[in-house]
């Protein structure tokens, strides 16, 4: 009923920016907090940035300063912007959304996108 498709991951050099895109498609009434998550390669995956339907954001402190999140709610589409890339920003990146699922019963669930692979070399 609800997906999450991701866009933008790739590989590249650090220093350089990439964004990520994240489109929620479905029976969507509305979309509460969205969010970016990323797990690499042995370790448990972990939250990068947040973002409530209100605008207001979250960041890990890793990234705090070189990344942004950013929202368009007519889109249902949330991005990170990555700036400065550093060889230990390499994960997979998924996007999440709480979303409240149109229909006679309005409910509300988390979705994950498939993940985005961002590989950053040295």
């Known amino acids: 009923q609800v997906q999450l498709v991701e866009s933008g991951g790739g590989f590249v050099q650090a220093g350089v920016s990439l964004r990520l895109s994240c489109a929620a498609s479905?029976?969507?009434?509305?979309?509460?907090?969205m969010g970016w998550y990323r797990q690499a390669p042995g370790k448990q995956r972990e939250l990068v940035a947040t973002?409530?339907?209100?605008?207001?954001?979250n960041y890990a402190d890793s990234v705090k300063g070189r990344f942004t999140i950013s929202r368009d709610n007519a889109k249902n589409t949330v991005y990170l912007q990555m700036n400065s890339l550093k060889p230990e920003d390499t994960a997979v990146y998924y996007c999440?959304?709480?979303?409240?699922?149109?229909?006679?019963?309005?409910?509300?669930?988390?979705?994950w996108g498939q993940g985005t692979q961002v590989t950053v070399s040295s």
């Open positions: 999440n959304a709480d979303i409240v699922v149109a229909g006679f019963v309005k409910y509300e669930d988390t979705y």
């Open positions: 479905g029976s969507i009434f509305s979309i509460n907090a």
């Open positions: 973002i409530t339907s209100g605008g207001s954001t």
